[in-house]
Every structure is written in structure tokens, then in C-alpha cells.
């Protein structure tokens, strides 16, 4: 019964390559994240959306595209990836915007 | 000057020992701050928050936030080798939405 939930949990992809990751939380929680964490551990948040409006939009290539379908769900479509690319993404999510961030499992992506 | 900053260790400490790690901050505007501990190849699990100023404990964990000074610590004590791990310090500030900001880790090494 994982709260927050990723898929896939490993991606190996080409340069150029369009994926997403997919994740879904069952906690009830309003508001969920998207953050990035590259290979020297620094944890930088991406997106968030509470109640399926964007409420966080961090400078970040306009490659990535988050969709939310509803409230539980918090997509994250990478279009022409790059080897910068490469990197842990973690979905989060929080009882609304004020509370508590609890992190996914991460989704480890590696672009060659 | 990174908003939030961590020594990146490794911190090492014998078993039994207090841990403590330290957190600094450069804006003021930052109200809430978290301690997650981050063991390898896994997310980022919350283990203390605190909002005032002061001492904060829950069991072998005492998380001191000083506003004035902008500081925020994390002392671990009767340290375990289970505790072996990345500490990430994150702020946020108070407002309608909620972005931590995060450092980028002290990893931690309990010696047995």
C-alpha cells in the first residue's frame, strides 16, 4: 500500500527520446511535486500542482510537461532528452500546500 | 550563496556518539524547516520538522532552529550505524505554497 507511487522505477533511454513517468499517490493529499535530484544529491523541486492547477513552475526546459489528470496523479512528460537529463526524479505530495512533503520512491533516469 | 547550506560531510562518529549536523540559511523569509534523511539509492524520508525557535525533540532526534542567527541543527544521539545516511535540511516559507528548498546533504557515518 505505497503512498506515493512511480512508475518506472528505472529508465534507460536515448538521446533525443520522449518518455514520461507516471505517479500517483493514494493519501488523499491535494497538492503534489515533482522535484529533480542530480547526481551530486541536490534536491531541487520542478513543479507542483494542487488540485490539479500549477501552482509551482521552477525555471526548467520547456521539454518537461507536467500533466495532471486529477488530484491523485501528477505526470511528467520529458520531450528530446539529454544527457543532462539524466538524474533521480521524485514525485511528492502534501495534505495541501501548507502541510508536510512525503516523497515517492524516485524514478532513476539515465539518457545516453 | 546557495539559499541553504550543508556541510557535505562524510560527518563520521563512533557508535553511541551524538551526531550533529548543521544547516544554514540566507532567506529570512524562510518560516518551516525539515530534517529528511536520505539513505542510499532511497527517497527522502521526513524525520523532524520545526517552525519556532528553540529545541525540538522525538526520541534520539533534537532538531535547534535559530532565526536570528539562521541556523537550523539536528543533533542524533546514541548514534546507530542504522543511522548511516544523507541528512538533507530543507526551509520553506509560510504562504500559499509550499517549496522546499533544500541543501545539498551532510552524509553521515556511524562507525560500529
Known amino acids: 500500500d505505497t503512498a506515493v507511487s512511480q512508475t518506472p522505477k528505472y529508465l534507460v533511454t536515448q538521446m533525443g527520446n520522449d518518455k514520461s513517468i507516471k505517479c500517483e499517490q493514494n493519501?488523499?493529499?491535494?497538492?503534489m511535486y515533482w522535484y529533480k535530484q542530480d547526481s551530486k544529491k541536490f534536491l531541487k523541486i520542478m513543479f507542483s500542482y494542487n488540485n490539479k492547477e500549477l501552482i509551482i513552475n521552477e525555471t526548467v526546459p520547456n521539454r518537461f510537461s507536467p500533466k495532471s489528470p486529477d488530484k491523485a496523479h501528477l505526470n511528467l512528460h520529458i520531450n528530446s532528452l539529454e544527457l543532462g537529463d539524466s538524474a533521480v526524479y521524485f514525485c511528492?505530495?502534501?495534505?495541501?500546500?501548507?502541510?508536510?512533503?512525503?516523497f515517492g520512491e524516485g524514478s532513476w533516469l539515465t539518457v545516453v | 550563496q546557495k539559499e541553504v547550506e550543508q556541510n557535505s560531510g562524510p560527518l563520521s562518529v563512533p557508535e553511541g556518539a551524538i551526531a550533529s549536523l548543521n544547516c544554514t540559511y540566507s532567506d529570512r523569509g524562510s518560516q518551516s524547516f525539515f530534517w529528511y534523511r536520505q539513505y542510499s539509492g532511497k527517497s527522502p524520508e521526513l524525520i523532524m520538522s520545526i517552525y519556532s525557535n528553540g529545541d525540538k525533540e522525538d526520541g534520539r532526534f533534537t532538531a535547534q532552529l535559530n532565526k536570528a542567527s539562521q541556523y537550523v541543527s539536528l543533533l542524533i544521539r546514541d548514534s546507530q550505524p542504522s543511522d548511516s545516511a544523507t541528512y538533507l535540511c530543507?526551509?520553506?516559507?509560510?504562504?500559499?505554497?509550499?517549496?522546499?528548498?533544500f541543501g545539498t546533504g551532510t552524509l553521515l557515518a556511524v562507525q560500529p
Open positions: 493519501l488523499g493529499h491535494d497538492t
Open positions: 530543507a526551509g520553506s516559507k509560510s504562504g500559499a505554497t509550499n517549496k522546499l528548498i
Open positions: 511528492a505530495s502534501s495534505q495541501n500546500s501548507q502541510n508536510t512533503i512525503y
